[in-house]
């Protein structure tokens, strides 16, 4: 069966890339334009198949098409380029609203006692469910690769991260061997963020990694982007 994928997948990436679909990328996604000749053609690939398998779902009013597709898909696949892939497989869906929204959230406080609440969002990412993201904040990331924020890249860092079976900041790696060391390294960098922000340092890093470990994976993803673009 996953060779039947691969052979379509292999298809999918051999046809021409739409014109339309290219001018979208070039005008909407900055980062596109600093990627070398090979990277940008592997990207177009994997935009191809993104968006031959995953079903967007437009949410308070907002209009899926090319531009919001494109914008979308480009971003989530160039956190997968130059690795062996099976494009987010836990994910069959994106919603995406026009802004950022409300969703109620639900805290268990001491003494057993449950808070609930609404709380804004740009984005959010589901364990084995859909990715969900405001489309002003997926355009202003695009835009500016800069900034160190990038909700796509953020939501979809977490898509990596449950692929290994839990949200704990680590993502499926090539080689069981290497788990022991992603540990000690992330640990121990996790634990840099948490006492800096705690003695009131500076961080180049968002204070929000310093919440959970697989958020502190989320927020390095943003950040090493943003290093790997200039």
């Given at each position: 069966m996953f060779g039947l994928k691969q052979k379509k997948r292999r298809r999918i990436r051999s046809q021409p890339f739409p014109p339309t679909w290219l001018a979208i990328l070039e005008r909407n996604v900055a980062y596109y334009h600093r990627l070398s000749p090979a990277d940008q053609a592997e990207l177009r690939g994997h935009i191809q198949v993104f968006l031959a398998e995953k079903r967007f779902e437009g949410c308070g009013g907002q209009e899926i098409d090319d531009a919001v597709r494109v914008t979308v898909a480009a971003q989530a696949c160039i956190l997968l380029l130059h690795r062996e892939t099976d494009y987010y497989p836990m994910l069959q869906s994106i919603l995406v609203y026009p802004h950022s929204y409300f969703s109620k959230t639900t805290r268990r406080l001491p003494g057993g006692v449950v808070a609930e609440g609404v709380q804004g969002r740009l984005g959010e990412s589901w364990y084995r469910g859909p990715v969900v993201l405001s489309w002003?904040?997926?355009?202003?990331?695009?835009?500016?690769p800069d900034d160190g924020h990038n909700v796509v890249f953020h939501e979809f860092a977490h898509q990596l991260d449950s692929e290994s079976g839990a949200n704990e900041g680590t993502p499926r790696l090539p080689r069981r061997s290497m788990y022991i060391t992603w540990?000690?390294?992330?640990?121990?960098?996790?634990?840099?963020?948490?006492?800096?922000?705690v003695l009131h340092h500076q961080t180049d890093l968002d204070a929000y990694g310093a919440t959970h470990p697989a958020e502190f994976f989320a927020v390095i993803t943003e950040a090493f982007s943003k290093n790997h673009s200039n």
């Amino acid at each position: 069966m996953f060779g039947l994928k691969q052979k379509k997948r292999r298809r999918i990436r051999s046809q021409p890339f739409p014109p339309t679909w290219l001018a979208i990328l070039e005008r909407n996604v900055a980062y596109y334009h600093r990627l070398s000749p090979a990277d940008q053609a592997e990207l177009r690939g994997h935009i191809q198949v993104f968006l031959a398998e995953k079903r967007f779902e437009g949410c308070g009013g907002q209009e899926i098409d090319d531009a919001v597709r494109v914008t979308v898909a480009a971003q989530a696949c160039i956190l997968l380029l130059h690795r062996e892939t099976d494009y987010y497989p836990m994910l069959q869906s994106i919603l995406v609203y026009p802004h950022s929204y409300f969703s109620k959230t639900t805290r268990r406080l001491p003494g057993g006692v449950v808070a609930e609440g609404v709380q804004g969002r740009l984005g959010e990412s589901w364990y084995r469910g859909p990715v969900v993201l405001s489309w002003d904040d997926i355009r202003r990331s695009a835009h500016d690769p800069d900034d160190g924020h990038n909700v796509v890249f953020h939501e979809f860092a977490h898509q990596l991260d449950s692929e290994s079976g839990a949200n704990e900041g680590t993502p499926r790696l090539p080689r069981r061997s290497m788990y022991i060391t992603w540990a000690r390294v992330m640990g121990a960098e996790y634990q840099h963020l948490i006492d800096a922000i705690v003695l009131h340092h500076q961080t180049d890093l968002d204070a929000y990694g310093a919440t959970h470990p697989a958020e502190f994976f989320a927020v390095i993803t943003e950040a090493f982007s943003k290093n790997h673009s200039n």
